[in-house]
């Protein structure tokens, strides 16, 4: 089946450790995004690639990165976590900057 | 600035009764609205978005331009509908990006 898949499911950090977050699909989509969702809340766009094109949002916080090596893949690196980005972190993934987005399943983060 | 809102966080009807499912947008241009919709322990998956106009699992909704609003509605409702709903938007000048209201749950008691 064709879709979008996140690694790992569960996250454990500590305050301050660095971790990434796995995306890949095998829809071959030009689009990938990052969401973060905390408790409760609507997910929120971190920022997408179009392509190899890098769209950061302008209220993502510089301690947050992404990284896409292929057309396959897209990763998501926090470079020091702190308490309150605790939260899932989802994927999705469209054929162009207007189609339907699919999620993955989401990795949940926690920090310690 | 674009915006959704879902005022009820927390819907319960019975088997059988009617669902509104409730979304108030803010945006100045011309949007797409869409209701995704996340079924426990799976993904979150679009349900139908409004440019398409048709009925998915006995699902409809319609946007109002004049009132801002994309409720999302079914004349009777099933077990299998329990799920957290999302109204979301995206702006014609946004590009590809969705704006997400904060859900609500729905729990359908037999």
């Known amino acids: 089946d064709a879709m979008v898949i996140q690694n790992p499911r569960y996250q454990v950090t500590q305050f301050g450790k660095p971790v990434t977050l796995s995306c890949s699909q095998t829809l071959n989509h030009n689009v990938m995004y990052w969401y973060q969702q905390k408790s409760s809340q609507a997910p929120k766009l971190l920022f997408h690639y179009y392509d190899k094109d890098f769209n950061n949002e302008a209220d993502t916080p510089d301690n947050f990165q992404s990284r896409r090596p292929n057309t396959s893949f897209c990763f998501l690196d926090i470079r020091s976590p702190g308490l309150g980005d605790a939260a899932m972190y989802l994927c999705?993934?469209?054929?162009?900057?207007?189609?339907?987005?699919?999620f993955g399943p989401g990795t949940r983060l926690l920090v310690l | 600035a674009q915006r959704v809102t879902q005022p009820e966080k927390l819907l319960s009807v019975f088997k059988g009764a009617p669902v509104e499912l409730k979304c108030n947008y803010s945006?100045?241009?011309?949007?797409?609205l869409f209701w995704y919709v996340q079924y426990s322990r799976q993904r979150l998956q679009l349900l139908l978005r409004h440019i398409s106009r048709e009925s998915i699992k006995g699902f409809t909704a319609d946007l109002n331009k004049g009132e801002t609003s994309f409720h999302l509605k079914k004349p009777f409702a099933q077990e299998e509908d329990s799920a957290m709903y999302y109204c979301?938007?995206?702006?014609?000048?946004?590009?590809?990006?969705?704006?997400f209201g904060e859900g609500t749950q729905l729990t359908v008691n037999p």
């Open positions: 999705a993934t469209s054929s162009d900057s207007r189609g339907t987005q699919y």
């Open positions: 979301a938007l995206r702006g014609g000048t946004s590009g590809s990006r969705l704006t």
């Open positions: 945006y100045s241009g011309s949007p797409e």
